[in-house]
T-cell receptor, first 111, second 110 residues
Framework: NAGVTQTPKFQVLKTGQSMTLQCAQDMNHNSMYWYRQDPGMGLRLIYYSASEGTTDKGEVPNGYNVSRLNKREFSLRLESAAPSQTSVYFC??????????FGPGTRLTVT | EDQVTQSPEALRLQEGESSSLNCSYTVSGLRGLFWYRQDPGKGPEFLFTLYSAGEEKEKERLKATLTKKESFLHITAPKPEDSATYLCAVQASSGSRLTFGEGTQLTVNP
């Protein structure tokens, strides 16, 4: 039982490049979330998916898109990366929208 | 708007020196208050959920309590392996989002 997995672990992009962060969970959870964590800002919600087939904006959605591919997988896409998107990205999942379980994170640097 | 404030920002303890971390919150109808532990370079690890004032939860040297305005994470006789950042989050009854505080960085010296 791997829990929540994320790929890649590290990534360096140039301004304007695009990339997709992948997330998968094997806990049969309905809800999945994408956060970013920045020093002095705490964890902030980017997008979430309360159930398969639905997605909603969180606190900081600008510059991102998401896809809930199936119940297990939830991806985050940066279409045109900017230095302000340098951050650590965490995926999380939850059963019945209660306590959330987090993945190990992706450390993204945009130069 | 839901808000969570954690104090202190950082705390240094000697091994065995008990203390408490504070989480003050404002939320429009509390569905749950959550405590997480985060080690450097890793994702947050779930510790506790508290649902109503007066509730308490314990796990090893940690005990979480809840009032209508704040939660405390009491650490009894801490060990160096308890060193981590402890995060508090609240969930309003109206939705599924969590609002996180910025955390308390705990260092326990041997």
């Amino acid at each position: 039982n791997a829990g929540v997995t994320q790929t890649p672990k590290f990534q360096v992009l140039k301004t304007g490049q695009s990339m997709t962060l992948q997330c998968a969970q094997d806990m049969n959870h309905n809800s999945m979330y994408w956060y970013r964590q920045d020093p002095g800002m705490g964890l902030r919600l980017i997008y979430y998916s309360a159930s398969e087939g639905t997605t909603d904006k969180g606190e900081v959605p600008n510059g991102y898109n998401v896809s809930r591919l199936n119940k297990r997988e939830f991806s985050l896409r940066l279409e045109s990366a900017a230095p302000s998107q340098t951050s650590v990205y965490f995926c999380a999942s939850s059963r019945d929208r209660l306590e959330q379980y987090f993945g190990p994170g992706t450390r993204l640097t945009v130069t | 708007e839901d808000q969570v404030t954690q104090s202190p920002e950082a705390l240094r303890l000697q091994e065995g020196e008990s203390s408490s971390l504070n989480c003050s919150y404002t939320v429009s109808g509390l569905r749950g208050l959550f405590w997480y532990r985060q080690d450097p370079g890793k994702g947050p690890e779930f510790l506790f959920t508290l649902y109503s004032a007066g509730e308490e939860k314990e796990k090893e040297r940690l005990k979480a309590t809840l009032t209508k305005k704040e939660s405390f994470l009491h650490i009894t006789a801490p060990k160096p392996e308890d060193s981590a950042t402890y995060l508090c989050a609240v969930q309003a009854s109206s939705g599924s989002r969590l609002t996180f505080g910025e955390g308390t960085q705990l260092t326990v010296n041997p």
